[in-house]
């Protein structure tokens, strides 16, 4: 599966986990991010998007 | 691998093809994208990301 680890850069530089084995990402109004696992699992946060490694299933938001 | 490929969805439905086998993307200013893909090919197009389904390996670009 191809899905990705979605992280927080925080602002000390630490990566902070947000939601494993993502599927879905679907930027929305104002600075926010729909995320959604192959769980079902879902979250929205303010965030937007720095880099995406797919082949390393990383993407990094700040 | 997990790379995906990039479509920019024109006006008119229609879904192109930009570039496959994307592994990099990273949103750059003014609505710009970096593509980078795992034979080397880069591409920077001016668009923003509508949507992601990493499970089929597509990124929706608009």
Do not use: S, W
């Amino acid at each position: 599966m191809c899905e990705a680890n979605v992280f927080l850069l925080e602002p000390d530089g630490e990566e902070l986990l947000l939601l494993d084995a993502v599927d879905k990402v679907v930027p929305l109004e104002q600075d926010k991010i729909y995320l959604e696992n192959i769980y079902g699992e879902r979250k929205t946060v303010r965030a937007r998007i720095k880099e995406m490694h797919l082949v390393e299933h990383r993407i990094i938001l700040e």
